[in-house]
């Protein structure tokens, strides 16, 4: 399985609780498309959600964000680690 950081824009204002109901909307289905959602970030002031997940592809991602209510606009390969 890859690993992948995907963005979401347009989010200024968002509450460490409501970070938190989008993940777990994201993990109520992630099982479905074999995904696993490791953890989100945010930055309410600049309106920016990183998340950070494993996954068999991009597109695997892309749907459970859409269906969870909140697309993803960046979806990017993480190819190793520190």
């Not at 994201?26 to 990183?50: C, K, M, N, S």
Request: hydrophobic residues 45%.
């Amino acid at each position: 399985m890859a690993m992948f950081m995907d963005v979401h824009r347009g989010m200024v204002g968002i509450t460490a609780e409501q970070l938190h109901e989008a993940h777990n909307a994201d993990l109520a289905i992630q099982a479905e498309e074999g995904v696993t959602f490791e953890r989100a970030w945010a930055d309410p002031e600049g309106g920016v959600v990183y998340c950070l997940s494993e996954a068999p592809s991009a597109e695997a991602v892309k749907r459970i964000h859409e269906r969870a209510g909140h697309p993803a606009d960046e979806i990017h390969p993480v190819a190793f680690t520190a």
